[in-house]
């Protein structure tokens, strides 16, 4: 039995990236140039995809050593040196990856690619101190230079994270601020505004220290092909049903590999997908979507649900009088909880009005609040 050609449950592999061509080519012409950049996305916009295949790239045409560093939830400073080990551990090899063993066995702090590391340091003496070995990990990249010629791209994924643990990103940018002819930094987080906080509040460290650069929507016609591709590899073909698919994602990445993985689901092979079709698919896909939508509306502050709320289903925006009568919105009150929602990522602006982000909670809170339901 065929298997769906549509991941959506994991990021997609990143020699499947879909477009984000410009993007792609602006974050390596900067690691070249030796500059920083901090890339913002909503959640599920393909931002890990995107550094996968940049981390690729690097590699292949910069020939830059790529360290991809996972900070989301990350809670300790010590924690946070086990995430810059691991991640040494699994990017090096050749003769980087001898420099970095032979550099942290001199340290004579517990380090070891082929040991147990940090990690097993602070398990065997909670309360070893971890900053001497988050200090010598910051500067691997310099190190490593100076032994191999070899220039490091170090990409940190949801680094507003870091945000969690006061001082943190003074720690950092102590030691990258020295590191341009040997290394090059991304900053990726999900979070706008944490992004936002991070880099663009004057107190904090890492103020103005990277270019800007955010995931829009994908274009409609990359997606078609990418989904039309994929059904005629398996002897599908999604039909009229393509357009109503993309019609409702707005070129939203991971709802539009869901929605496709339910309508090659639904769709009998060697027949074309029909509207009726759509519909099967597009219940099926929300059905274990519901519950969750539920709790995460319920969860919110009154003024965020009524946002959301006219946001989805007021036909004339967010201000208008027909919003203020069925949702007691009132400006002041709603333009800062769009703030807040945007800073989230849970809202988006395009064209200067406020979105909602996920099409799929859009589309349910249509459904559930319609006058009819």
Known sequence: ?????????????????????HELRELLELAEAGHYARLAAPRRYGKTTLLGRLAAEAERLL?????LVDFSQVMSVGDAAIR???AYRKATDGPVKKAVRDLMLSWNLGLSLGAGGIAAQIQANPKSDPIPALHRLLDLPQEVYDRTGRRSLVLYDEAHEMLRIDGLDGILRSHIQHQSRAASFVFAGSEPGMMEVLF???ERPLFGQAHPLTLGPLPNDELAGYIDERFARTGRDPGEALDALLELVEGHPQRAMLLA???????????????????????????PLADGFDRFLTALPSGEQRVLLALALSPHGLYSNYSQARFGIVKGAATRAVRVLIARGEVVRRGGSPQITDPLLRWWLRQRHRPDA
């Open 63 to 67: 020939e830059m050593t790529p360290i």
């Open 261 to 287: 993985h339910y309508l090659w689901s639904a769709t009998t092979p060697g027949q074309p997908a029909t509207i009726a079709t759509w519909s099967e698919a597009l219940d099926a896909a929300i059905a």
């Open 200 to 202: 663009g509040e004057r």
């Open 84 to 86: 810059i080990e691991s």
């Open 1 to 21: 039995m065929a298997s769906s050609p549509f991941p959506y449950q994991h990021p997609v592999d990143s020699s499947e990236l879909v477009d984000r061509t």
